[in-house]
């Protein structure tokens, strides 16, 4: 069996959740199948590795037109695979087109969904309508889809309502538990601008609606004065997103201090040590089909504080591994909080009660690493995926 993966982030070009678990799972494949990916960027040296980029002639297009000549080339490419595995919209086009032209069985693995990512549209303009008619009719069309969580799952079917649930399978996102574990060194932490000393509340993502970092960066106002803020926080989707998390910081840098933005992708050495050295992680987004940097945290032995939505709630065992906060939202696919004040509110008592007590964070932070290790090591993820395409073939 040969399977062709594609994906637009693959190593060294990875920025978010979905190159993280494209990459660990072809890790994870490769031990027992023959595995090709192509990836959008730059060459890639690896064996059976290949990139693409747009063609000449889409050059200065919007970016959902480039996409799709970048998916046509992939396409075209994936003659003699059993089976295509398509991750995010960037490569779902590829994959129908592949199923259609080669006659072979398409998986699709869904990390987000266009319709519950609106805000899109301030990005791509006139492509976002492009990209949610290539998922809609990749997801629609595809012989499986794997949802990252029982959430995701649910948002697919609601998005996707003709598409038939037997096609739907859950797969959750794996972590790499000998990459991603305790890590004591706090040069590296002090080298960032961290006190070690100090309780801090850790935040690691991409500036983007979907984070909800805006809604932590008021839930910070409220937090005791010695506990840090650290923002590991880069990759804005807009100039405009950029500037209300810029203001926001820089205000809050003025009323307190131990507020410390780190805007690079930090390496998994500076990262690991820096979950190590928190007291509590915080996942405020507003959408979150899993989030594998809560992996990361638990992994790392950090209690998660996260929003009840999406896939957070069956990673984070409320009160076990962390702390869940309620959160009612608009049915209008943005996951705007129907009360904002009281969402921050909410988020800013409960991280107060986790920075409170260290020795219970340090508990829960235990609980969170044997839960990883039990339940999201990657063999198990791969092995479930094997299920799925020997299923189809």
């Known amino acids: 069996m040969r399977v062709d993966l594609l994906t637009k982030e693959y190593p060294p070009e990875v920025y978010g959740g979905a190159g993280v678990h494209v990459a660990e799972l072809v890790r994870a494949l490769r031990t027992d199948i023959d595995v090709v990916v192509r990836c959008f960027g730059a060459d890639r040296d690896a064996p059976d590795t290949f990139a693409y980029r747009a063609p000449d002639t889409l050059a200065g297009a919007n970016p959902a037109l480039s996409t799709l000549g970048v998916d046509l080339a992939m396409a075209q490419d994936v003659a003699g695979a059993s089976l295509v595995h398509s991750h995010t919209w960037y490569a779902n086009s590829a994959g129908h087109i592949a199923k259609l032209l080669h006659g072979i069985p398409h998986v699709v693995t869904a990390h987000s969904l266009e319709p519950l990512r609106p805000w899109k549209a301030e990005q791509l303009g006139g492509g976002y309508r492009v990209s949610s008619w290539a998922e809609k009719t990749a997801f629609e069309a595809a012989d499986a889809v794997i949802a990252v969580s029982g959430g995701m799952a649910r948002d697919i079917l609601r998005c996707y309502p003709t598409l038939d649930e037997k096609r739907v399978h859950v797969v959750y996102n794996g972590i790499d538990l000998e990459r991603w574990k305790p890590l004591n060194d706090g040069a590296t932490v002090r080298a960032l601008g961290i006190d070690p000393d100090r309780p801090s509340v850790v935040f690691v993502g991409r500036i983007t609606r979907q984070k909800g970092l805006p809604y932590l960066l008021r839930a910070a106002r409220l937090l005791p004065p010695d506990v840090q803020l650290v923002l590991c926080a880069g990759a804005p989707d807009t100039p405009e997103i950029m500037a209300e998390v810029s203001a926001g910081v820089a205000e809050l840098q003025r009323e307190r201090s131990g507020v410390v933005w780190i805007d690079r992708l930090l390496s998994q050495h500076e990262l690991s040590a820096v979950l190590t050295a928190g007291t509590t992680f915080v996942c ?46 608009l049915d209008d696919g943005t996951g705007t909080p129907t009360d904002p004040d009281r969402f921050v509110a909410d988020l800013a008592a409960t991280l107060i009660e986790v920075v409170s007590d260290p020795e219970r964070a340090r508990a829960m932070g235990a609980a969170g690493r044997a839960r990883a290790e039990k339940e999201f090591d990657w063999a198990q993820i791969a092995a479930r995926t094997r299920e799925i395409y020997t299923a189809l073939l």
């Open 284 to 329: 405020p987004s507003v959408y979150e089909p899993l989030g594998i940097v809560n992996l990361e945290a638990m992994a790392c032995g950090m209690p998660v504080v996260g929003t009840a939505t999406g896939g957070i709630p069956e990673v984070v065992h409320d009160g076990v591994t962390g702390r869940l906060v309620p959160i009612e939202q």
